[in-house]
């Protein structure tokens, strides 16, 4: 059985020093609290995993720990693997670069960032101090689940020695949309995304962060998407949004635990004559806490009424204390509560109190269900447990107010929605709440409940560990079309006992790499040298078959014994013949087509059109990937109508939209080269959307080859196109040792 290795920057645990004698603390954070529940709950024999692993960072030595771990009960449902990295370098890894630089970029506060290559570099060695160590603990078969924005670069470091590893990333805090994201330097930015297309399945919250990280692929390392999977160095990566769940069960438990109970008692007994507001963060910029005061002040001077009536209980957890925007956010928010304070209160009452403390589980339950209402208001929030915590904590009564800039806003729809900036809408939002109907306030209640019931913690981790084995699975399907050395023998043997060969190359990505501009394909001496290895066995006829202009392959193929086609079958040029158009035509069609395509070059930067005797092609190869990509739908749309009832094609290729006459095709073209040649033995490589229809039409006569992954009528795959020439070549040697033997 396989185990399960859970990967974050942290362990969930500290080492508390204060006392007379260390001890280890139990840490909160969303992700300890998403996995904790799931390790403590799970039965391991359930999930089918043998054991499992939480490998992460811990201050202090290895020897403070192993005397701590010794005096303190540690976890029996999971194996701990510490990490004891160097302190200078640990400090820029994560209050520099994680927590200085993509904490708040992607939080969407640029102006807080910092780019400091020192922090990047550190960053870098703490992800590979984390590859060495998983690498040596690795067993096959293991699944390895990378958490967060500490460790982007940790799965490709992974996959670079682990192959075949099952490798998971999830991403707690939003991606950012391109826009923010493209801030960061080049180098960096391309490693962030390199490293995280290392893993299988790369998690999300929501639909929105997925979308903006396939965009940032697509524009940074221009990588192809189909939907939400990415091709990827040849490897199909899924990206998927998992909202991630609560422990529905623990809270729902906690009503009834007589610690909770007697907590919350205390707590009705003292505020009995008033509302109660609760809120629970970590102590972070991004948490909106000013302005939640202010809403908070605005609101009781807009409804005076209220005061005296209602009590904020504003219980902040420290957090990243060492960092200079963190020791800022506290000092301004201990100004506000006081200030509120010092102006509002009276001799019995305290608007706001305040506590700069963790909160124990019971306390923290307690508060959830006492309070009327939940003021949530991050300015940005990956997703925000707190609001489905307190939801369903709920027993009676309770109303969340929730920012609309979180990613739990997209599932609790029945929440009072506000713009956590417009301090007037929150001050509405805590009247409504505190004025809402009972019956209203169970009835939305009731409506989330189900929701987070529905999809816990326990089904959160399941969706995301399925997923990964489902892509797993699809990758291996994909594989098995990936050309084997076992099917190039039996090719060769084919190709070595048949009296007459065809071999159908494309030219375009297939014997040339796609250039920038097409003239730049020209072909290489060893290209050259190959086709004419390949034609000195006069078993052997060699057709380059492209969507290229006969003027340009005669240039530059015209003086080989090859069969050239030209512009996908409109001309061919047979051995030793002249160029013989297939179809007359006259080219005035092409007027008609070529100003639309003039304002699609105009329309978007990049694009140029390519003519040829009988061909118009609009290339987008060099344009921006995203409007490249909808501009030729819509000059497909147009084309399509202009061209209705024509004797004229649109042919979708690779980065490139061509016009020409229907039954131009490279599969008719290829069929009948076929009668012609009657081979005992056919090969047919391309790797354009336009190689298919010969693919089609050869399949059941040779071997087909696609380069590049992708859907294919082929029967094999060649992964990159820089291995056509090495597969090629063996053929051509195999060919020259037939010649000698004749
Ligand atoms: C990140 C993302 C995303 C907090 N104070 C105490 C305490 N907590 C627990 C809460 C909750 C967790 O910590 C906080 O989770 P959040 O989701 O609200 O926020 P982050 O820590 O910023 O988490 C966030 C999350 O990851 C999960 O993916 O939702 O968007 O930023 O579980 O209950 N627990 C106790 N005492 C406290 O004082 N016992």
Redesign the pocket.
């Known amino acids: 059985m396989s185990r399960l290795l859970v990967i974050s920057n942290r362990l969930p645990f500290s080492i508390d020093n204060t006392g007379d004698e260390a001890v280890v603390r139990?840490s909160?954070?969303?992700?300890?609290?998403?996995i904790k529940s799931y390790f403590e709950k799970a039965d391991v024999q359930d999930e089918g995993f043998s054991e499992k692993l939480w490998i992460g960072c811990m201050d202090g030595t290895e020897e403070e720990w192993n005397t701590v771990v010794q005096r303190s009960q540690m976890p029996h449902e999971f194996t701990v693997e510490p990490l004891f990295p160097d302190k200078k370098v640990y400090d820029d890894y994560y209050n520099g670069f994680s927590n200085s630089t993509i904490w708040p970029l992607f939080h969407y506060f640029p102006s807080l960032v910092q780019f400091r290559k020192e922090h990047f570099d550190s960053y870098r060695s703490i992800n590979q101090l984390f590859a060495e160590r998983i690498i040596e603990i690795y067993r096959p078969g293991d699944v390895i689940w990378v958490h967060?924005y500490q460790l982007m670069l940790l799965p490709q470091l992974l996959r670079e020695k682990l192959p075949d590893a099952s490798i998971g990333f999830?991403l707690?805090?939003?991606f950012p949309s391109y826009e923010l994201f493209r801030l960061i330097p080049t180098k960096w930015k391309r490693a962030i995304l390199n490293g995280l297309l290392g893993a299988d399945l790369v998690g999300f919250?929501t639909h929105d962060y997925v979308q903006h990280f396939i965009q940032s692929c697509k524009m940074i390392l221009r990588v192809e998407n189909q939907f939400t999977n990415i091709l990827y160095k040849g490897q199909l990566i899924k990206c998927e949004l998992f909202p991630?769940g609560?422990d529905y069960a623990k809270f729902r438990n906690a009503i009834t635990d007589d610690l909770t109970v007697a907590v919350a008692t205390k707590l009705e007994d003292r505020f009995y004559n008033q509302k109660i507001l609760f809120s629970?963060?970590?102590l972070?910029y991004?948490?909106g806490l000013e302005y939640r005061l202010d809403g908070y002040e605005e609101f009781l001077n807009k409804y005076p009424f209220w005061r005296e009536k209602v009590v904020f209980i504003l219980?902040v957890?420290p957090?990243r204390d060492l960092i200079p925007a963190y020791i800022e956010r506290k000092k301004m928010i201990e100004e506000k509560v006081s200030t509120i304070n010092g102006k509002l209160s009276s001799l019995h009452w305290q608007p706001v109190i305040y506590r700069y403390?963790?909160?124990?589980?019971d306390?923290?339950c307690a508060l959830y269900q006492v309070a009327d209402a939940a003021l949530?208001t991050?300015l940005r929030?990956?997703?925000?447990?707190?609001?489905k915590?307190y939801v369903a904590s709920c027993i009676d009564k309770g109303v969340l107010i929730l920012s609309e800039l979180?990613?739990?806003a997209n599932e609790l729809s029945e929440a009072l929605l506000v713009n956590p900036t417009d301090t007037e809408e929150v001050a509405d939002a805590i009247d409504t709440a505190l004025t809402m109907h009972l019956i209203e306030q169970r009835s939305r209640l009731s409506n989330m409940q189900r929701r987070i019931a529905e999809y816990d913690v326990q089904k959160w981790i399941n969706d995301f560990l399925t997923n990964l084995q489902d892509i797993k699975a699809q990758q291996a399907a994909m594989k098995a079309h990936v050309i084997k050395e076992e099917n190039i023998r039996k090719i060769h043997e084919d190709f070595l006992q048949a009296k007459k060969r065809c071999i159908l190359l494309d030219y375009d990505g297939t014997l040339s790499p796609i250039q920038k501009l097409p003239a730049m394909a020209t072909p290489t001496n060893d290209l050259l040298n190959m086709l004419h290895d390949l034609t000195d066995d006069s078993r052997n006829e060699v057709v380059v078959i492209s969507g290229r202009d006969a003027e340009t392959l005669e240039k530059w193929l015209g003086h080989l014994p090859v069969i050239l086609v030209a512009e996908h079958g409109a001309a061919v040029r047979l051995k030793g013949e002249d160029w013989k158009e297939q179809a007359t035509m006259s080219a005035e069609w092409k007027e008609r087509i070529r100003p639309l395509m003039d304002l699609f070059v105009k329309r978007c930067a990049g694009s140029f059109i390519e003519e040829k005797k009988s061909t118009l092609a609009w290339h987008y190869r060099n344009t921006h990937a995203e409007l490249g990509f909808s501009r030729s739908r819509e000059l497909r749309n147009s084309l399509l109508q202009l061209t209705a009832n024509t004797p004229l094609q649109i042919i979708d290729g690779n980065k490139v939209l061509e016009v020409r006459m229907i039954g131009v095709d490279k599969g008719a073209t290829a069929m009948n080269i076929y009668k012609l040649l009657q081979p005992d033995f056919i090969l047919c490589i391309g790797d354009d959307t336009t190689d298919e229809d010969m693919f089609r039409a050869l399949n059941d006569k040779g071997y087909t080859i696609k380069v590049g992954k992708s859907n294919t009528a082929a029967e094999f795959t060649i992964l990159s196109q820089s291995d056509v020439f090495p597969f090629l070549r063996k053929i051509a040697e195999n060919s020259a040792t037939g010649v000698t033997a004749r």
């Not at 929030?381 to 609001?387: E, R, S, T």
């Open positions: 139990q909160s954070g969303g992700l300890v609290s998403a967060d999830f707690h805090i939003p919250h991630i609560i629970v963060d970590r972070d991004t948490k219980n957890v957090s403390n963790h909160l124990q589980f306390e923290l949530i991050p929030d990956g997703m925000n447990l707190v609001a915590e979180t990613g739990a």
